[in-house]
């Protein structure tokens, strides 16, 4: 066996708290997973199914409301959040098996699995588009480059991974201005790794990145070394969180004030103060900037923070959708993807109406769709839908943890 740097050794406190990990879950991270699993359901559904999804952004100013501002706003805890928590239970896991070498192949291995997953199931689930015109690099992908990444820095100190997340977290608006005047070649190189860019490989055929993996391996590294904080006590774990979401939204609020970096995009005075307020929190996600990173992992503190004191029905609930969250986000895509066919045929087109191929969702081409009172009833039915589902599937895991491929899903 190799043995690891000092900061992953295992000492007799480690080793009783990964045997108390074991037996029981750590519910703060189900719960807060969960939670956002749940959210993320709402920004898809909204994304296939509403009226304007297709000509509208919900972020534009210009043109969207409050509610609809919102309703997108919300849902951009998800995928940092996620990131975040797959690097920190990329730790736990570190911890349990006590094996650089063993947990490399885990982490290439379970990388690899998800970059395939990625542009096979989770596309035709994104698309239902049997051709595979469009590939889309998004969050499952950049965490499976992310885990491959982090596979290769695991003989570093936790304090090392965490500096590398934070200068990557800070420093990569730099290149905001920085890339259009690179060298071409250079820029060639950077730009996918560090921005939103799609590719015309064929005239049917794109690849489109829209999770550049270097800004979100950032997220995840950090999360990664925020994993040592589950080895403290649970009250001082929970004072943590709630000091570190306040600095954390106040930093937010002092740097988007300013006005001058942090994010491409920066706000300003509008109509009323609503709008002001939304133009104030309107951050940039692709890629995520510092000010949008800033105050999504902000919130999570604040997620967890309140599931380490609350253990009542809800919070076991929603953690079920946390046991299990690549289950839940594979099968959810096909939930919402089959009720929008239903929708479409019920609104009155047939099959050759509907479009299929990229950024198309086999929406026609003629005004349809559900209002968005349609879009949070659809969400409910949804979620509720997939809880028997994640439950059955979470007692499956484990009650076979001899079957290693469960790992993986």
Not at 3 to 15: A, G
Not at 46 to 51: E, G, Q
Not at 123 to 148: E, P, T
Request: aromatic residues 18%; positive net charge; contains cysteine.
């Amino acid at each position: 066996m190799l043995s690891l740097p000092e900061p992953f050794q295992i000492t007799s406190f480690k080793r009783k708290f990964i045997k108390n990990f074991l037996l029981k879950r750590i519910t703060s991270i189900d719960f807060a997973r969960g939670l956002v699993m749940i959210i993320m359901a709402l920004d898809h559904i909204r994304d296939l199914m509403h009226v304007h999804s297709i000509t509208q952004n919900p972020l534009d100013l210009s043109t969207t409301t409050p509610i609809l501002f919102f309703t997108r706003w919300i849902t951009h805890l998800c995928a940092p959040v996620f990131v975040f928590l797959s690097g920190t239970s990329a730790y736990l896991s570190f911890q349990k098996r006590n094996n650089v070498k063993e947990m490399r192949s885990f982490l290439v291995t379970r990388g690899l699995w998800l970059i395939i997953l990625e542009f096979t199931i989770v596309s035709f689930g994104i698309w239902f588009d049997i051709k595979f015109r469009i590939l889309f690099f998004q969050v499952i992908a950049a965490i499976g480059f992310s885990f491959i990444i982090l596979s290769f820095l695991l003989r570093c100190s936790v304090k090392t991974i965490a500096i590398v997340g934070l200068v990557i977290i800070f420093g990569h608006n730099l290149l905001d201005s920085v890339l259009p005047s690179t060298n071409p070649v250079l820029r060639a190189i950077l730009t996918p790794l560090f921005s939103l860019v799609g590719y015309n490989i064929t005239p049917n055929f794109i690849f489109f990145i829209g999770y550049p993996v270097i800004p979100w391996c950032g997220i995840m590294l950090l999360g990664f070394a925020c994993g040592k904080l589950f080895g403290m006590q649970q009250q001082k774990r929970k004072s943590f969180f709630i000091k570190t979401g306040i600095i954390t939204l106040l930093f937010f609020i002092a740097l988007r004030y300013a006005n001058f970096y942090g994010d491409p995009a920066e706000w300003s005075s509008q109509k009323n103060g609503v709008y002001t307020f939304l133009s104030f929190i309107n951050v940039t996600k692709y890629p995520p900037s510092l000010l949008f990173t800033a105050v999504t992992l902000g919130c999570m503190m604040f997620m967890l923070a309140f599931a380490e004191s609350v253990n009542n029905r809800f919070t076991k609930i929603v953690s079920i959708y946390g046991k299990v969250p690549l289950f839940y986000y594979l099968i959810h895509w096909y939930v919402v993807h089959v009720i929008l066919l239903i929708i479409m045929f019920a609104q009155g087109f047939n099959w050759s109406e509907l479009q299929f191929g990229a950024f198309n969702f086999g929406r026609p081409k003629a005004a349809s769709g559900l209002p968005l009172w349609g879009v949070y009833l659809v969400w409910i039915c949804v979620v509720i839908f997939m809880y028997p589902l994640c439950k059955q599937y979470s007692r499956y895991k484990l009650s076979h943890p001899e079957k290693k491929w469960l790992h993986y899903l």
